[in-house]
C-alpha cells in the first residue's frame, strides 16, 4: 500500500512553482504543454484500473503530436489507480 504523501509536500510544490522564473525553453516542452490536460485526467480516473488510466494519458500525449513513455505513464497511472494525482 502506497502511503499518501504529507499535505505540506503538496504546498510546498505549489509555491516553487509560482516561485520559478518563467522559461521559454521549458514551456516549449511538450510535458509542460500537456501537465494540465494530464492532471485533468489523473482526477477524472481516480481509482480506475491503471491499464484504463494509462490509455487516457497516453492519448493525451499522442493529441500532442508525442511519442509516450510507456513504462513512465504505467507509472503514473499506478499511482493515479492509488488516488494520488502525480501531475498537481
Same mark, same amino acid.
Given at each position: 500500500?502506497?502511503r499518501k504523501p504529507?499535505?505540506?509536500?503538496?504546498?510546498q510544490?505549489?509555491?516553487?512553482? !509560482?516561485? +520559478?522564473?518563467?522559461?521559454?525553453?521549458?514551456?516549449?516542452?511538450?510535458?509542460?504543454?500537456?501537465?494540465? +490536460?494530464?492532471?485533468?485526467?489523473?482526477?477524472?480516473?481516480?481509482? +480506475?484500473p491503471?491499464?484504463?488510466?494509462?490509455?487516457?494519458?497516453?492519448?493525451?500525449?499522442?493529441?500532442?503530436?508525442? =511519442?509516450?513513455?510507456?513504462?513512465?505513464? =504505467?507509472? !503514473?497511472?499506478?499511482?493515479?489507480?492509488?488516488?494520488?494525482?502525480? !501531475?498537481?
Amino acid at each position: 500500500m502506497s502511503r499518501k504523501p504529507p499535505i505540506g509536500a503538496a504546498l510546498q510544490r505549489e509555491l516553487l512553482h !509560482f516561485l +520559478r522564473p518563467p522559461s521559454r525553453r521549458l514551456a516549449q516542452q511538450v510535458s509542460e504543454q500537456v501537465r494540465p +490536460r494530464l492532471s485533468v485526467v489523473a482526477r477524472s480516473s481516480s481509482g +480506475r484500473p491503471a491499464d484504463e488510466v494509462r490509455a487516457a494519458l497516453e492519448e493525451v500525449v499522442r493529441s500532442a503530436g508525442a =511519442t509516450p513513455d510507456l513504462e513512465a505513464l =504505467t507509472e !503514473f497511472a499506478e499511482q493515479i489507480e492509488a488516488g494520488h494525482n502525480p !501531475f498537481e
